[in-house]
């Protein structure tokens, strides 16, 4: 079955660097993404990677995969406070539905 | 300003009512998907429709309908019979079954008292 694993929390100060790490079981995915949450509020779209990349960068967002290893992280350069949020990583696959696996999420603080 | 409505952004209904949530997009897409959020948890699916007059169960469908008579609207009714309903409610939008990025409403917070 499907499974998507993420670490509940992480703290950095501002200007550091943040890495989110996400793993999944599902050797069929094809797409993982990256989304955030703020409090109260929907989902946003980050950026996402098709299966065969190794990684993706856009502006202050770099996401690594490693096949291999079913591992996926995102990488926010100088963050900001306004970052703080919840990010889930999710995974879908070429068949059926279509619809997104999440992860539990990753609460992210950044301290100024 | 195109995307995607929910509506109310909080409700409230008294144990073994029930209630039905609204989705809107403006998008012109043809999937559109319903997802629980709990706290500490990611989304699981509960309903998605692929075209109008379409829909499927999704992972948690017990004590949920749907329904897609028009492209833009996929409201979701959460009935009697689903436990424990309280939760907040996502719903979301693709080009087609096979677009990979999903457009998020804004959520509804339904309380069950």
């Known amino acids: 079955g499907e499974d998507v694993e993420q670490s509940l929390f992480l703290s950095v100060r501002e200007g550091d660097s943040s890495v989110i790490n996400c793993t999944y079981t599902?050797?069929?995915?094809?797409?993982l993404y990256w989304y955030k949450q703020e409090p109260g509020a929907g989902l946003q779209l980050l950026t996402y990677?098709?299966?065969?990349?190794d990684m993706k960068q856009d502006q202050r967002l770099t996401v690594l995969l490693n096949k291999k290893d079913k591992h996926l992280s995102l990488r926010i350069a100088d963050t900001q406070t306004g970052d703080s949020a919840i990010y889930f990583c999710?995974?879908?696959?070429?068949?059926?539905?279509?619809?997104?696996?999440f992860g539990s999420g990753t609460r992210l603080q950044v301290q100024p | 300003d195109g995307g995607i409505t929910q509506s109310p952004k909080y409700l409230f209904r008294k144990e073994g009512q029930n209630v039905t949530l609204s989705c809107e997009q403006n998008?012109?897409?043809?999937?559109m998907y319903w997802y629980r959020q709990d706290p500490g948890q990611g989304l699981r699916l509960i309903y998605y429709?692929?075209?109008?007059?379409?829909?499927q169960k999704g992972d948690i469908a017990e004590g949920y309908s749907v329904s897609r008579e028009k492209k833009e609207s996929f409201p979701l009714t959460v009935t009697s019979a689903q436990k424990n309903p309280t939760a907040f409610y996502l719903c979301?939008?693709?080009?087609?079954?096979?677009?990979?990025?999903?457009?998020f409403g804004p959520g509804t917070r339904l309380t069950v008292l």
């Open positions: 979301a939008s693709s080009i087609d079954i096979t677009g990979q990025e999903q457009f």
């Open positions: 599902d050797s069929s995915s094809t797409y």
């Open positions: 990677i098709f299966s065969n990349m």
């Open positions: 999710a995974e879908s696959t070429d068949t059926g539905r279509r619809a997104l696996t």
């Open positions: 998008l012109n897409h043809d999937a």
């Open positions: 429709s692929q075209i109008v007059n379409d829909f």
